[in-house]
């Protein structure tokens, strides 16, 4: 986990198809964020878990939009080493935490943080981030869960990413704004790649 929250950045990765990975993945590295998050939104998710773990060197390979346990275990066995959930879900994160894999779980109310905090988690993800006031949810948040980190996303971009990072409580922000769809789509590795180093360009200031 403090690998990823260091880097400060978690590109959502939508590939529909895996023979792609590989020069996906390398474009993140090659960009300075040597992290995925690839999420099961889509039928090549494991295969792209899979491309990407074991063809790039230096990337941390996770899944995203993880619903069940059987998705965690599918995707740990193909090369997952964190797994992301769009909810709290207390049967995934405990699987996670029994098997020793970093998790990120899904939170958006106190209610939420509560329930995961009872479960030993300090670092949530924080979605849908703007949909649910954003910074000012967050500068909320702060007091009474003064002891959580967060990782928004949902909304998170180049114009607020620093908005977010700024908070003292939040550990890194997550989204699709570094992996634009259109140019998955089209294939433009390289402007990923800049897309990426654009970010970190911002992080580093
Ligand atoms: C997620 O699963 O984290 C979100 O779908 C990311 O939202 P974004 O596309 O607004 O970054």
């Not at 996906?24 to 090659?30: D, K, R």
């Not at 607020?160 to 998955?184: C, I, K």
Request: proline share 6%; charged share 15%; with cysteine.
């Amino acid at each position: 986990m403090q690998t990823i929250l260091d880097i400060g950045l978690v590109p959502l990765i939508v590939l529909d198809d895996a023979a792609q990975a590989v020069p996906f993945g390398q474009a993140l590295v090659a960009g300075g964020i040597p992290i995925a998050e690839v999420t099961f939104r889509t039928d090549a998710c494991l295969d792209t878990i899979r491309a990407m773990a074991q063809h790039v060197p230096g990337l941390i390979v996770g899944a995203g939009t993880v619903h069940n346990v059987a998705q965690a275990e599918a995707a740990v066995r193909a090369g997952a080493t964190f797994i992301v959930t769009p909810a709290f879900n207390p049967a995934v994160t405990e699987w996670c935490l029994r098997n020793h894999i970093d998790i990120l779980p899904g939170t958006v109310s106190p209610a939420d943080i509560e329930a995961a905090n009872g479960m030993g988690i300090e670092v949530c993800k924080f979605f849908p981030a703007a949909a649910y006031g954003g910074v000012k949810t967050l500068k909320a948040l702060a007091g009474p869960f003064g002891h959580m980190k967060f990782v928004p996303t949902g909304g998170v971009n180049y114009d607020n990413m620093l908005e977010y990072l700024d908070l003292p409580n939040v550990a890194a922000v997550g989204g699709s704004f570094m992996t634009p769809s259109a140019m998955v789509k089209n294939r433009q590795w390289a402007d990923i790649t800049a897309t990426c180093q654009a970010a970190v360009d911002k992080l580093l200031g």
